[in-house]
């Protein structure tokens, strides 16, 4: 059974940091790739970062390029993103999820909230 289990969380102010990490199985398997999606309330749910398995590629939101990296360590399993530079407007669930590089994705985590305080 795949899972995802987010990690990371947290509350901190402007312009601090935070890892979040995803525990999976999926890392290995070069079809996939995997996401960090953001929901705020009220707000649709947005696609921040894409990780390629098969070629390592990533792509960013417009909102979080420059500030956000989406990494992988194979060897713990764990998928990662680092957020650097938080703005209050980052406040939200944020959720590892995974899919065929070229659909919906498939499998979603539970979440893991940030919270930015200006």
């Given at each position: 059974q795949v899972q995802l289990v987010e990690?990371?969380?947290?509350?901190?102010?402007?312009g601090g940091s935070l890892t979040l990490s995803c525990a999976t199985s999926l890392l290995t398997h070069w079809r996939y790739c995997?996401?960090?999606?953001?929901?705020?309330?009220?707000m649709k749910r947005e696609k921040v970062a894409t990780l390629g398995m098969a070629d390592g590629s990533t792509s960013y939101a417009n909102s979080v390029k420059g500030r956000f990296a989406i990494s992988q360590d194979n060897a713990k399993n764990t998928l990662y993103l680092q957020m650097n530079s938080l703005k209050?407007?980052?406040?939200?669930?944020?959720?590892c999820a995974a899919s065929n590089c070229y659909s919906s994705p498939d499998y979603w985590g539970q979440g893991?909230?940030?919270t930015v305080s200006s």
């Open positions: 990690s990371g969380g947290g509350s901190v102010q402007t995997m996401h960090w999606f953001r929901q705020a309330p009220s209050p407007e980052d406040t939200a669930m944020y959720f893991t909230q940030v």
